[in-house]
């Protein structure tokens, strides 16, 4: 079966803070793909990242940063520096090759305080 | 350039009734997803439309059923509907071109959703 896991249910800190976010999925597939959406109080999910099964290497945009371990089954997101705009629910997702579904974690609710 | 637009966005139902949610994909896109998110949880993937044709669904009743225009704009219909229907839906965008196993769920546009409560 696959399931994705956000230990995580809701993180506040102070702004200007580094904060990372925790995602550890289940998956008996070996062709895979990994994503992070945000969903601020308007409801919509905003696309941020999507690694295949494949490809381990870190990733940087900006103050985002995104560290996948395929050994221990975990894609952490870490927002440095954070800011009150970053407050929002984030969901780490999952979805198989033969598949069209994407399978959602629970959600980290992050609240970012001036 | 308008991306996934919803209608309604929010809206109140009686137990026992019928509703039904529309989806106007993003401009270039011609598959649309459905996702039912309840308070506090992740979105649960309810079905995919492409040509016309339910591609895939997830594990929701008969109740729950769909229908994709033409025009690639979409229908979620729930019959009978009950109190744990309550949630925001979710439309989701995306376009499968040739050899979408690439693609896999790359360039999902989501809407801002429609909040159905059923009282």
């Known amino acids: 079966a696959q399931k994705v896991t956000q230990a995580q249910t809701e993180i506040s800190v102070v702004e200007k803070e580094d904060v990372t976010l925790d995602c550890v999925y289940e998956t008996r597939d070996t062709t895979y793909y990994l994503f992070w959406y945000k969903q601020p109080p308007s409801g919509e999910l905003v696309f941020l990242i999507r690694r295949n099964s494949f490809d381990e290497q870190n990733e940087i945009s900006g103050r985002y940063s995104w560290n996948f371990q395929k050994s221990t089954s975990s894609f952490n997101f870490t927002i440095t520096a954070s800011q009150v705009v970053d407050s929002a629910v984030y969901f780490c997702?999952?979805?198989?090759?033969?598949?069209?579904?994407?399978?959602f974690g629970s959600g980290t609710r992050l609240l970012v305080r001036p | 350039d308008a991306g996934v637009t919803q209608s309604p966005t929010h809206l109140i139902k009686t137990r026992g009734q019928q509703v039904t949610l529309r989806c106007s994909p993003k401009s270039g896109h011609d598959t649309v997803s459905w996702y039912q998110q309840a308070l506090g949880q992740g979105p649960q993937f309810i079905f995919q439309y492409y040509e016309e044709e339910e591609r895939q669904r997830g594990n929701f009743p008969d109740r729950f059923s769909g229908h994709q225009f033409p025009n690639y704009s979409s229908e979620l219909n729930v019959n009978a509907l009950l109190l744990g229907d309550s949630a925001l839906y979710l439309c989701?965008?995306?376009?499968?071109?040739?050899?979408?196993?690439?693609?896999?769920?790359?360039?999902?546009?989501f809407g801002s959703g429609t909040r159905l409560t059923v009282v």
């Open positions: 997702a999952l979805i198989r090759d033969s598949s069209y579904k994407l399978i």
């Open positions: 989701a965008s995306s376009n499968t071109p040739f050899g979408d196993r690439e693609s896999r769920g790359y360039g999902y546009t």
